[in-house]
């Protein structure tokens, strides 16, 4: 079964740091990009960083430009997200999502079910 | 890196057809074949619909179809069932030279 299961999320207060993690299963990690987009409770979706099948590709969101990193391990059939400096507006359900392709930001068509970020002194 | 516009609100009646626009700028939706759309019900992760524009995954009904004109991404559904009542989201690619995407604002669309 194709699946993704992310993890990591929780309460931390604000300026600290928080590191996601998603595990991959069911099809062949390292030949897609793989993606963070997160929803603000209420709100709609916002894409936050990208990362090619070799990591030679990655993009942010200017939201979290500079305090964010994406990461992957394919070895591990992994994608993780260092999340530093969080404030209050980086509150969200955050989804892990598969590309469709190596090296795009084109479609997602794998998501998992979300891990929530709550930032709150 | 500007959200792509989506109208907020859209509404049909059973077995009526239904358009939702996506405006972007040529930086994105008119720079790029890389237009996709998302069905999300509440507390659910979002599903893909439409990719590159006008292509439907396995599984999805053929009453949903995409298209693009200029800086204009458009989903349309046919044939409205009471279960398409959703929120729709578009995205588009928007770099080449970094992996950047971006997602419109969504529409919320209400089957009467």
Not at chain 1, 75 to 94: F, I
Not at chain 1, 98 to 109: I, L, S, Y
Not at chain 2, 58 to 65: E, H, L, T, Y
């Amino acid at each position: 079964e194709v699946q993704l299961v992310e993890s990591g999320g929780g309460l931390v207060q604000p300026g600290r740091s928080l590191r996601l993690s998603c595990a991959a299963s069911g099809f062949t990690f390292d030949d897609y990009a793989m993606h963070w987009v997160r929803q603000a409770p209420g709100k709609g979706l916002e894409w936050v960083s990208g990362i090619s099948w070799n990591s030679g590709s990655i993009g942010y969101a200017d939201s979290v430009k500079g305090r964010f990193t994406i990461s992957r391990d394919n070895a591990k059939n992994s994608l993780y997200l260092q999340m530093n400096s969080l404030r209050a507006e980086d509150t969200a359900l955050y989804y892990c999502a598969k590309d469709m392709a190596p090296a795009t930001a084109g479609a997602f068509d794998i998501w998992g079910q979300g891990t929530m970020v709550t930032v709150s002194s | 890196q500007s959200a792509l516009t989506q109208p907020a609100s859209v509404s049909g009646s059973p077995g009526q057809s239904i358009t939702i626009s996506c405006t972007g700028t040529s930086s994105d939706v008119g720079g790029y074949n890389y237009v996709s759309w998302y069905q999300q019900h509440p507390g659910k992760a979002p599903k893909l619909m439409i990719y590159e524009v006008s292509n439907r995954p396995s599984g999805v009904p053929d009453r949903f179809s995409g298209s693009k004109s200029g800086n204009t991404a458009s989903l349309t559904i046919s044939g409205l069932q009471a279960e398409d009542e959703a929120d729709y989201y578009c995205s588009s690619y928007t770099s080449s030279s970094t992996l950047e995407g971006v997602f419109g604002g969504g529409t919320k669309l209400t089957v009467l």
